[in-house]
């Protein structure tokens, strides 16, 4: 038996999907969606379900306490504000006894080359220390920018997968067997 069948994992994600509408979409609802069974989800939302039920992880959506706009300029204003404050908006809910898991998914959407802010809350809050951090992100295009080193620097003492799983919006919706097999490629799956 090798460590990681026996390892604990959680998936912790954030992720922003612009509509809850699956019909008529604008093409920035669309960009930021994956409807599956007429059901809306975000595209790192996505990405979150599928490595939850291929790892057998619990899965923690993070989620502030003021819901952000669905509206696409309302979100990026709010967005490019908290990036320029440094601003940490607080989380609705916690996690439930952190200590239990030796790997944490961590996966987010790219906001202006970085992370969003409320995941710098969430590194805020909990010591990852000791355990397996494996960051994912989605994107337009930019990846994860530089916010690998930034997860190593506030998380010092974990150890911190540095290729992380990226995928484009565009190909999310059909990403599921690549998904599958950088999972096994990094040996969360067999
Ligand atoms: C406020 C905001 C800023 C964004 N900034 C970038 C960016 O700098 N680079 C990029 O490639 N994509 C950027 N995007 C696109 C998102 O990363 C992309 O649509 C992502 O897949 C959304 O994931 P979600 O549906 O899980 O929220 C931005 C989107 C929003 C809403």
């Not at 696409?72 to 990036?83: D, F, R, T």
């Not at 809910?93 to 996966?107: L, R, S």
Request: no cysteine; net charge negative.
């Amino acid at each position: 038996m090798d460590a990681n069948s026996t390892a604990k994992s959680l998936v912790v994600y954030f992720s922003m999907p612009e509509t809850t509408e699956p019909e008529n979409m604008s093409r920035e609802e669309e960009l930021s969606t994956v409807v599956i069974d007429g059901e809306v989800l975000g595209n790192t939302q996505y990405v979150a379900y599928i490595i939850a039920e291929n790892t057998g992880a619990d899965i923690f959506r993070i989620e502030p306490v003021t819901p952000y706009p669905l509206d696409h300029s309302e979100l990026e204003n709010i967005a490019q504000k908290e990036q320029s404050d440094n601003f940490r908006p607080e989380i609705a809910g916690t996690v439930e006894d952190i200590g239990q898991y030796d790997i944490i998914f961590f996966g987010f959407p790219n906001w202006y080359y970085d992370m969003p802010m409320i995941m710098y809350s969430f590194l805020d809050q909990y010591d990852l220390t000791g355990k397996t951090v494996v960051p994912f992100v989605t994107s337009g295009g930019s990846g994860f920018s530089d916010a690998i080193n930034t997860i190593k620097d506030m998380e010092p003492d974990a150890d911190v997968v540095t290729d992380g799983l990226s995928i484009s919006r565009n190909v999310v919706q059909d990403s599921e067997p690549d998904i599958i097999e950088w999972l096994i490629e990094k040996g969360f799956i067999q």
